[in-house]
């Protein structure tokens, strides 16, 4: 089960992860950046903080929006990954695909 | 020491495989992140045939068997009767074509594959097993 909350801060948009984003549940991460990106704002962060599982369904729906953020020039920035979930991202070195960052503070020193 | 653990093939079921995964390797010792490896191995296999062998049908089922030899290594055989995978049709995809073709898939063999140190498909008439071996780190 995931639940997955989207909020307006400042300037950019923020969608929160909690729980497993699997093979049942990535459905849900994809329609939530998906609206985030039609809202046309600029700064898309994720926080990661209660992402407890992540599989290759999940990260897929990570890497499909790749070429999307950067030919609209939208920051798109993962934070709060912890360390068991971070591992995964770098299995197949994701990690070097995507931004991410330690905290939403470092996220927003990267739009500044 | 064996462990069974037999599900329908419905997506939902996938959380309960990985729980069972978990308390089964929970008592061996493993890191948090080598047991989260192993576990997402699983689940990968799992998701592939629950939903491209058997299109999520809850009335079929699954059966993962665990051994596991202690300070030695682990072993995932992952049974069903669905339509088999054949390995040699597979070609693994490279990170830029699953960016470039926005794919959402593919990348789950990928894992299964950097994450295990042995990975085999087998089918014969009756059914096909996948078997996943890992050697445990010594500590």
Request: aromatic share 8%; hydrophobic share 40%.
């Amino acid at each position: 089960m995931v639940q997955i909350k989207s909020e307006v801060e400042d300037n950019f948009h923020k969608i929160i992860i909690e729980g497993d984003v699997d093979a049942s549940s990535s459905i849900y991460l994809d329609q939530a950046i998906s609206t985030a990106i039609e809202s046309g704002i600029k700064n898309i962060f994720i926080d990661c903080r209660g992402l407890n599982y992540i599989s290759s369904a999940g990260l897929g729906v990570f890497m499909s929006y790749i070429d999307e953020m950067s030919e609209n020039e939208v920051n798109f920035i993962i934070y709060g990954l912890t360390e068991k979930a971070q591992n995964v991202f770098q299995i197949l070195g994701l990690d070097q695909l995507l931004k991410i960052v330690e905290s939403k503070e470092k996220a927003k020193e990267l739009i500044a | 020491m064996n462990y069974r653990f037999k599900t329908s093939c419905t997506k939902q079921k996938l959380k309960e495989i990985r729980d069972f995964v978990t308390a089964v390797l929970y008592k061996y010792g493993l890191s948090e992140i080598e047991t989260n490896k192993l576990v997402l191995a699983v689940d990968e296999i799992c998701a592939n045939l629950i939903i491209h062998a058997h299109g999520c049908n809850p009335k079929e089922s699954i059966e993962l068997l665990i051994n596991v030899k202690e300070n030695e290594g682990v072993t995932f055989e992952i049974s069903d009767r669905g339509i088999g995978f054949n390995p040699g049709k597979y070609q693994e995809p490279s990170l830029n074509e699953i960016v470039k073709e926005k794919k959402k898939g593919g990348l789950g063999l990928m894992l299964v594959k950097r994450i295990m140190d042995d990975v085999e498909f087998k089918s014969d008439s009756r059914q096909n097993v996948c078997i996943l071996y890992k050697k445990f780190k010594p500590c």
